[in-house]
């Protein structure tokens, strides 16, 4: 436990980015109907289950024109 207690204060900030970019992103597929890849369902599971990188994808290539 001493070795993660170390890292702990490096950790919080990313588990924090990384909450608001799910949230961020999920609220933006559940609102809006267009987007340039896929579908809804598609981008709610890369959103939510592949961590960080799943927003950031998802505002990069799914985001439809607005």
């Given at each position: 436990m001493g070795i993660s207690s170390e890292y702990f204060p490096f950790l919080i900030p990313l588990l924090i980015l990384q909450l608001v970019l799910a949230v961020t992103a999920l609220v933006h597929v559940?609102?809006?109907?267009?987007?340039?890849f896929g579908n809804?369902?598609?981008?709610?599971?890369?959103?939510?289950?592949?961590?960080i990188?799943?927003?950031?994808?998802?505002?990069?290539?799914?985001?439809?024109e607005e």
């Open positions: 559940l609102r809006h109907p267009r987007y340039r809804k369902v598609v981008w709610v599971i890369v959103v939510l289950c592949v961590s990188i799943g927003p950031v994808i998802y505002f990069v290539f799914g985001r439809g």
